[in-house]
């Protein structure tokens, strides 16, 4: 599933973060608890495997995450090149209004199915 929305935290990293959490929540009221999470943020992914320190403006938003987090059976927490992040750049860039949206897989325009069968192809870009 895919989710798109607007926010209204003044940092990238805040945004990463709160996409994490939003995607998270989304899995867990689903009861998918067998999770990868990647992401083109090499901070964010770094401060949940906890290779480096959460910044203070952060750590409520961390704390929210690190909690659903535990209630997943298994997880990984990947970074990926911007490059491999073509299907969530395709979703950022999908006009939802001032709402948000969620994406089921059978809902994917077609130019998203696209991205995601090459990936799961292993295409090399």
Not at 44 to 67: E, F, H, K, Y
Not at 71 to 91: G, Y
Request: glycine letters at 6%; a negative charge.
């Amino acid at each position: 599933m895919a989710y798109a929305g607007k926010g209204d935290i003044n940092s990238v990293l805040g945004m990463e973060l709160f996409a994490i959490l939003k995607g998270v929540t989304f899995c867990i009221q689903r009861t998918l608890l067998r999770v990868s999470i990647r992401s083109d943020s090499k901070l964010a992914v770094d401060i949940l495997n906890g290779a480096v320190d959460c910044p203070w403006s952060m750590q409520i938003l961390m704390d929210r995450i690190a909690t659903l987090l535990q209630q997943l059976q298994r997880k990984e927490i990947k970074h990926v090149w911007r490059e491999l992040n073509q299907q969530a750049d395709f979703i950022a860039a999908m006009d939802t209004g001032d709402g948000e949206a969620i994406f089921y897989p059978l809902d994917f325009p077609q130019d998203l199915v696209e991205l995601v069968k090459n990936d799961s192809d292993g295409k090399v870009f």
